[in-house]
C-alpha cells in the first residue's frame, strides 16, 4: 500500500465513521500531505518503507523553518493518530511514535504586577467613598492579599469571613474548602464594608455585591481590575487572575515558604506552585542585571 492510499484510508474513518468536524478533517490533512510530500522528495512512496527517520527529518524541517514548538508537536498528533488507525487495521506494524520526540514548549511565566504598582491600592483617594467605591477597594485589596481565584471571591458569603480567628473559607475548584489567613488591616476593611452593606442593601447572602444588591459576577471582578489596574499597571496582561500570581511572587520574593504559599493557593500538585519560583529567579536576576556594580559595569561596555 502506498502512503499516499494509507492517508486517503484514514481520510474516510475520520470523516464518515468518526464524523470529526470538517475543520478538523482538513487539519489532518493538511499534516498528513505535508508528510507525504516530504518523504516524497526522498523517494519514499510506499508505507513499508516509512521509518522513524523520515518522521524526524519532517519534523526537523519544520523546526528549522521557525514553527513553534506547539504547532509541531500538533503535526506529530495527527501522524500518530493516522498510525495508531493504521495498526489497529493490520495496515501497519511499527510504533514509530517511540521513537519520535515531540519538541518541549517552552513554559510560560506567569504575568504578575509589580509590587510598587499594587502600593497605590493602598493610595488615599484612588476609590470613591461611597459603597461601590469602597467595594471596589476590598475587592482588589482581598484579591492581592488571599491570592484566591476570581470565582472564590464571588462565591463569598458574609459568614465566610471568620474576623475573630482572622480567617476567610473559600470554596476552590472540586468543591474543596480551605481556609486562607488574613491580617489584622484586612479584617478591619471586610467589617467596614460590611457594615455599609448593611446600611445600603439590608441583610444579603453574598459579601460582594452589584449596585442592585445582588451577587457580583465574575464578569463585575474583572472589569473592576481593568477600570484600575490599567492605569496602575505595565503589566502585559490585566486581569484578577494576575492578582493570584502576584500573591505567590510577592510572597517568594521575601522569602515565603513554598508548601504554604501551595495550601493557600489550593494547588493540589507542588509542581502547579512552583512555577513561581521560576518567576523570582527571572525577577533576582533583573535585579542584580540593573543593580549589582558588576554587571552595570558589562553594560556600559556593551553598550560602547
Same mark, same amino acid.
Given at each position: 500500500?502506498?502512503?499516499?492510499?494509507?492517508?486517503?484510508?484514514?481520510?474516510?474513518?475520520?470523516?464518515?465513521?468518526?464524523?470529526?468536524?470538517?475543520?478538523?478533517v482538513?487539519?489532518?490533512m493538511?499534516?498528513?500531505?505535508?508528510?507525504?510530500?516530504?518523504?516524497?522528495?526522498?523517494?519514499?512512496?510506499?508505507?513499508?518503507?516509512?521509518?522513524?527517520?523520515?518522521?524526524?527529518?519532517?519534523?526537523m524541517?519544520?523546526?528549522?523553518?521557525?514553527?513553534?514548538?506547539?504547532?509541531?508537536?500538533?503535526?506529530?498528533?495527527?501522524?500518530?493518530?493516522?498510525?495508531?488507525?493504521?495498526?489497529?487495521?493490520?495496515?501497519?506494524?511499527?510504533?514509530?511514535?517511540?521513537?519520535?520526540?515531540?519538541?518541549?514548549?517552552?513554559?510560560?511565566?506567569?504575568?504578575?504586577?509589580?509590587?510598587?504598582? /499594587?502600593?497605590h $491600592? !493602598?493610595?488615599? &483617594?484612588?476609590?470613591?467613598?461611597?459603597?461601590? @467605591?469602597? %467595594? #471596589?477597594?476590598?475587592? /482588589?485589596?482581598? $484579591? !492581592?492579599?488571599? &491570592?484566591?481565584?476570581?470565582?472564590?471571591?464571588? @462565591?463569598l %458569603? #458574609?459568614?465566610?469571613?471568620?474576623?475573630?480567628?482572622?480567617?476567610?473559607?473559600v470554596?476552590g475548584?472540586?468543591?474543596?474548602?480551605?481556609?486562607?489567613?488574613?491580617?489584622?488591616?484586612?479584617?478591619?476593611n471586610?467589617?467596614?464594608?460590611?457594615?455599609?452593606?448593611?446600611?445600603?442593601?439590608?441583610?444579603?447572602?453574598?459579601?460582594?455585591?452589584?449596585?442592585?444588591?445582588?451577587?457580583?459576577?465574575?464578569?463585575?471582578?474583572?472589569?473592576?481590575?481593568?477600570?484600575?489596574?490599567?492605569?496602575?499597571?505595565?503589566?502585559?496582561?490585566?486581569?484578577?487572575?494576575?492578582?493570584?500570581?502576584?500573591?505567590?511572587?510577592?510572597?517568594?520574593?521575601?522569602?515565603?515558604?513554598?508548601?504554604?504559599?501551595?495550601?493557600?493557593?489550593?494547588?493540589?500538585?507542588?509542581?502547579?506552585?512552583?512555577?513561581?519560583?521560576?518567576?523570582?529567579?527571572?525577577?533576582?536576576?533583573?535585579?542584580?542585571?540593573?543593580?549589582h556594580?558588576?554587571?552595570?559595569?558589562?553594560?556600559?561596555?556593551?553598550?560602547?
Amino acid at each position: 500500500m502506498t502512503i499516499h492510499e494509507s492517508i486517503e484510508r484514514f481520510h474516510d474513518y475520520i470523516a464518515t465513521e468518526q464524523r470529526l468536524a470538517a475543520g478538523t478533517v482538513e487539519n489532518y490533512m493538511r499534516d498528513l500531505c505535508d508528510l507525504e510530500a516530504f518523504l516524497e522528495r526522498d523517494g519514499v512512496t510506499a508505507l513499508e518503507e516509512l521509518d522513524a527517520r523520515g518522521l524526524r527529518g519532517w519534523q526537523m524541517e519544520h523546526m528549522e523553518e521557525g514553527e513553534s514548538a506547539g504547532t509541531v508537536k500538533r503535526r506529530l498528533s495527527s501522524v500518530s493518530s493516522w498510525l495508531r488507525f493504521l495498526r489497529r487495521h493490520g495496515l501497519y506494524d511499527r510504533d514509530l511514535m517511540a521513537k519520535v520526540s515531540a519538541p518541549r514548549q517552552p513554559r510560560r511565566l506567569p504575568v504578575f504586577f509589580k509590587e510598587k504598582e /499594587l502600593e497605590h $491600592l !493602598y493610595d488615599e &483617594g484612588l476609590f470613591g467613598d461611597d459603597f461601590e @467605591g469602597r %467595594r #471596589d477597594r476590598l475587592m /482588589l485589596r482581598m $484579591l !492581592y492579599e488571599t &491570592g484566591m481565584r476570581r470565582s472564590e471571591l464571588t @462565591g463569598l %458569603r #458574609d459568614s465566610s469571613a471568620d474576623l475573630y480567628r482572622l480567617t476567610i473559607k473559600v470554596l476552590g475548584k472540586r468543591n474543596k474548602e480551605r481556609l486562607i489567613p488574613i491580617e489584622k488591616e484586612l479584617a478591619h476593611n471586610i467589617s467596614d464594608y460590611l457594615t455599609l452593606k448593611q446600611q445600603t442593601f439590608g441583610d444579603t447572602e453574598w459579601m460582594f455585591v452589584d449596585r442592585n444588591g445582588r451577587q457580583a459576577t465574575p464578569g463585575l471582578v474583572y472589569r473592576t481590575v481593568k477600570k484600575y489596574m490599567t492605569g496602575l499597571s505595565t503589566a502585559d496582561r490585566i486581569s484578577p487572575h494576575v492578582f493570584r500570581h502576584s500573591f505567590a511572587t510577592h510572597i517568594l520574593n521575601e522569602g515565603g515558604d513554598l508548601l504554604a504559599i501551595k495550601e493557600i493557593l489550593g494547588h493540589e500538585d507542588l509542581a502547579t506552585t512552583e512555577v513561581y519560583t521560576h518567576v523570582t529567579r527571572e525577577h533576582l536576576k533583573d535585579v542584580y542585571s540593573h543593580a549589582h556594580p558588576r554587571s552595570r559595569a558589562k553594560n556600559r561596555k556593551g553598550t560602547k
